[in-house]
Structures are given as structure tokens and as C-alpha cells.
């Protein structure tokens, strides 16, 4: 009994695509005569097919076209890889700059907090140095008021002193 092989198992073999066998088979379809078989829809080639269609094809045309298509299958995959390592560098990237900005932002909000605390203590300096300001004047105008108290007092006391010092009769006359 002969061996059968379907043409999709036939065209894995030599590397080619099943539709480049049929284009095979149509061309040869004379010399295949009796020698494709077929079973529920299937085509199936039987050892004198096979012997035929390596023959026929020489295994050249068809190859080097699914051997392109292998090859750009194979660059477009290198490529993909290499777009898919690109792209997980670039997300490591992004989640290495989202961090520093997180950081960054965090900073911010830290010197904004420590400005807002500087306006206020430069605030209360403001409010302190016009306070001792004005108890420096307030103080200023107290030794001034004193010190006229004071002189006021010397003089009193001068007088009184002059008063004790007069005689009897110059004090009760208040010469």
C-alpha cells in the first residue's frame, strides 16, 4: 500500500505555502494524473505526487518566495522585540521621571509651607519692632516727663530750701 501525505503536510515539509503546491499541482495537473487522490474534500498526494512535484518545482521559486516571507516574518519579529524592549525601557523611564516629580512636587509643597511660615514670622518681626518702637518712644517721652519732674522737683526743693533758710520775720512777711 502506498504512503499518502496531504498537501498542507507536503508544503510544511519543503517550507513552502500550500497554495504555492496547488499553483504546482494545476500546472502539473496532466502529469499527476491518478496520483492525487481525494478523501472527504482532502487532497492527497501519493509517492509519485510527491516524486513529480520535487521535480517540477525544483524547490526553488517556491522556497525563495516563502524563505523572503520566513525572513520578513522573522526581521518584522526582531523588530517587534526590539519596540517591545524599547518600550519597557521607556515605561521604566516614565516611572523613574513620575517618581522624581512626585519627589519634586513633595519639595515644593514643603517650601511652600516653610514660605508661608516665613511671611508669617517676617509678619509678627513687623509687628514686634513697631511694638518696641513705640514702647521705645512711650519710654522716651516717660525719661523726658520724668526728667521734667525732676527739675520741677530740684526747684522745688531749692525754693524750699531758701525758705528754710529765711528768717522769721522774712517768712511771715514772704519776703
Avoid: C
Avoid at 513620575?98 to 516653610?114: F, M, P, R, Y
Amino acid at each position: 500500500m502506498e504512503q499518502l501525505i496531504s498537501v498542507k503536510d507536503y508544503a510544511e515539509q519543503k517550507g513552502v505555502s500550500f497554495q504555492s503546491v496547488y499553483a504546482h499541482i494545476k500546472r502539473h495537473k496532466r502529469e499527476l494524473e491518478g496520483h492525487i487522490p481525494k478523501e472527504n474534500g482532502k487532497i492527497w498526494l501519493d509517492e509519485e505526487a510527491v516524486r513529480i512535484l520535487n521535480a517540477a518545482s525544483g524547490n526553488s521559486a517556491p522556497v525563495i518566495v516563502q524563505d523572503a516571507k520566513v525572513k520578513e516574518v522573522e526581521e518584522l519579529k526582531a523588530e517587534n522585540q526590539s519596540l517591545r524592549d524599547e518600550l519597557d525601557g521607556d515605561r521604566v523611564a516614565l516611572r523613574s521621571m513620575t517618581d522624581t516629580v512626585n519627589k519634586l512636587l513633595g519639595k515644593i509643597e514643603e517650601n511652600e509651607k516653610l514660605v508661608s511660615e516665613s511671611k508669617l514670622y517676617l509678619m509678627q518681626k513687623e509687628e514686634i519692632k513697631k511694638s518696641n518702637e513705640q514702647l521705645r518712644h512711650d519710654l522716651e517721652q516717660e525719661q523726658s516727663s520724668r526728667k521734667s519732674e525732676q527739675e520741677e522737683l530740684e526747684k522745688l526743693k531749692k525754693e524750699l530750701e531758701e525758705l528754710k533758710n529765711r528768717g522769721f520775720f522774712a517768712r511771715l512777711f514772704n519776703k
